[in-house]
């Protein structure tokens, strides 16, 4: 194989370049903004979790661990907790039930979510967030409200549906 030549010019594009000439209008470029500072606070959240002891090991994906905590949260806030079979149909194509099985027994495992039999149906088991995950959600849902707002993010009780 011969060594390419670079040209001077196009050296100095690869080492400085230019910003990428987007149709994106303002908030599209802020949404992205948001979702890169999202994954930046979400990986340093994650070592400050295993570190402190709160997560026995690194979950297995980010994504899914987040959406198992939210899912199971919403569910909870409105007074109807999720099995495990319902949580799992969230996923689709993402993560198989099993998948989401051995991220919920490390969520339990870390004191976040409990398992509580369906008085109505002791066949039904249902995933319940702990004061643990409360205070930890109340950390995450404070940080992605900074983040939106650094980006543009304004909030009106027109958008409460209370």
């Not at 690869?14 to 209008?25: K, T």
């Not at 969230?90 to 979510?113: K, W």
């Not at 702990?130 to 009780?157: C, K, P």
């Amino acid at each position: 194989m011969g060594c390419r030549h670079v040209s001077q010019a196009s050296w100095a594009d690869a080492v400085n370049p230019a910003p990428l000439d987007s149709s994106m209008n303002a908030q599209e470029r802020a949404l992205l903004a948001m979702d890169v500072a999202w994954v930046e606070w979400r990986s340093e959240f994650r070592r400050k979790l295993f570190n402190d002891g709160i997560l026995g090991r690194p979950m297995r994906s980010v994504f899914e661990a987040d959406m198992i905590f939210s899912i199971v949260a919403h569910h909870a806030l409105l007074g109807r907790p999720v099995t495990l079979k319902e949580l799992a149909t969230y996923f689709g194509m993402i993560a198989t039930p099993a998948t989401v099985s051995r991220h919920v027994d490390d969520m339990e495992q870390g004191g976040l979510v409990e398992r509580r039999l369906d008085t109505n149906d002791r066949r039904r088991m249902f995933l319940v967030p702990t004061r643990r995950l409360e205070g930890l959600g109340h950390e995450f849902q404070q940080a992605r409200l900074r983040i939106m707002r650094e980006n543009g993010f304004v909030w009106s009780n027109n958008n409460n549906k209370e």
